[in-house]
């Protein structure tokens, strides 16, 4: 059974720094291209990052160029997000999905950052 459990979100203040996990389970998370994906409140889904499989090839929005950085670790089948110098815009429920951009076929419950001072 595929399942993907997102954590580390929280509330942070800007210029502040999160790190969101996403574990994987049921299935290999390096043989599949992975995403991270947000939905800030009253707006559409936004693709945010994204990770090639069996690679290092990378996709970030603009809006996030810079400052995020995604990464798995395939030891603990465990998809990231680090995410640098966070301001109010990057509010959001951030999910991690398996795909690339928005087509997946699964997806975890979302964990919710909130930046703010």
């Known amino acids: 059974q595929v399942q993907l459990v997102e954590s580390g979100g929280g509330l942070a203040q800007p210029g502040g720094s999160l790190r969101l996990s996403c574990a994987a389970s049921g299935f290999t998370l390096s043989s599949y291209a992975m995403s991270w994906a947000r939905q800030a409140p009253g707006k559409g889904l936004e693709w945010v990052s994204g990770?090639?499989?069996?690679?290092?090839?990378?996709y970030y929005a603009d809006s996030v160029k810079g400052r995020f950085t995604i990464s798995r670790d395939n030891a603990k089948n465990t998809l990231y997000l680090q995410m640098n110098s966070l301001n109010p815009e990057d509010t959001a429920l951030y999910y991690c999905?398996?795909?690339?951009?928005?087509?997946?076929?699964?997806r975890g419950q979302g964990t919710q950052v909130t930046v703010s001072s």
């Open positions: 990770i090639v499989s069996h690679g290092s090839g990378t």
């Open positions: 999905s398996r795909g690339w951009g928005l087509h997946y076929d699964y």
